[in-house]
């Protein structure tokens, strides 16, 4: 009983992508916070950050969240890494749009930032699920 729970759990891909992403979104947070206490520009600690939680996110992705979809190797790979990188920059362009949105307007970067996680979040899962490791 228990190990089938457990299989159950593990078939949830958005699951798995929603703890991916806590992981991602931790690295995230907490270097953009180290970031702005450097005095470094929002948007640009903002971009360093979400490059630096992107990283973390295609290994836990490629590995964990979508293994059965990903491609195992040659051009296949590379195809999904290009499109993985391009929903990267998808919601990268949106994060750093909103904190500098915040920014030129005297919002608070933490509130704006928050509004940007769910955007982004939101838009590169949908991506992913559809179009990067769409089962073939």
Do not use: E
């Not at 991916?20 to 929002?42: E, H, K, M, N, R």
């Not at 630096?52 to 999904?80: C, D, E």
């Not at 993985?84 to 749009?97: D, E, I, K, R, Y």
Request: proline share 2%; hydrophobic share 60%; aromatic share 12%.
């Amino acid at each position: 009983m228990g190990r089938d729970i457990v299989i159950w759990l593990q078939s949830l891909v958005f699951v798995r992508y929603l703890a991916a992403s806590v992981v991602a979104l931790a690295i995230d947070v907490a270097l953009f916070l180290l970031l702005l206490a450097t005095g470094l520009f929002s948007p640009t600690a903002s971009a360093i950050s979400y490059c630096a939680g992107i990283a973390v996110h295609w290994t836990i992705s490629s590995r964990v969240v979508f293994a059965r979809a990903a491609a195992p190797g040659g051009l296949n790979r590379w195809r999904q890494k290009f499109l993985f990188c391009a929903s990267a920059v998808l919601g990268l362009s949106l994060t750093v749009a909103i904190v500098a949105y915040a920014a030129a307007t005297g919002a608070d970067p933490r509130i704006a930032k928050l509004v940007a996680i769910a955007v982004s979040f939101t838009t590169t899962y949908l991506v992913r699920r559809l179009i990067v490791f769409a089962v073939r």
